[in-house]
């Protein structure tokens, strides 16, 4: 761990704060019911992981720097995923008394979360001649 790539992933974890917070905005007219703001950050920010992680690897076709993944993996999906609000709004739905809303909110965060990882990591094999990895390095593994 350098200054240089904490700068780096400090930077990407601000954009990845400003595209969720930009989100949220734009979602709240749709979440009365469920936190489907969350949702889609959750299920996006699944996706570009698991499609830029594996797209991007050293031994593939699109190689990118180390720094860059960081950026992107840690930086901008830390910053922009949202599991501490989702575990949040999950308990704000039980407290007040709506067990099903927030089974429903578990279910469809986790399940399409996993999906779209998958379709992400999927999409970057594919592109990337076969891949089968997503993370090169284990800290790519904490975003």
Request: net charge positive; aromatic share 8%; hydrophobic share 50%.
């Amino acid at each position: 761990m350098s200054f240089t790539s904490c700068l780096i992933v400090m930077l990407g974890g601000a954009l990845g704060t400003l595209g969720r917070y930009v989100v949220s905005v734009l979602a709240a007219p749709i979440s009365r019911n469920l936190p489907w703001g969350t949702i889609l950050i959750n299920v996006s920010g699944s996706f570009l992981i698991g499609l830029f992680g594996t797209l991007t690897l050293a031994s593939g076709r699109y190689p990118v720097s180390e720094n860059l993944r960081l950026f992107v993996m840690i930086g901008i999906c830390g910053g922009y995923t949202t599991f501490s609000s989702f575990s949040l709004q999950t308990l704000d739905l039980l407290r007040a008394g709506h067990p099903a809303r927030a089974g429903m909110n578990i279910a469809v965060s986790v399940v399409t979360c996993i999906a779209f990882v998958a379709l992400g990591h999927a999409l970057g094999a594919r592109l990337n001649g076969g891949a089968s990895a997503i993370a090169q390095a284990a800290i790519e593994e904490e975003a």
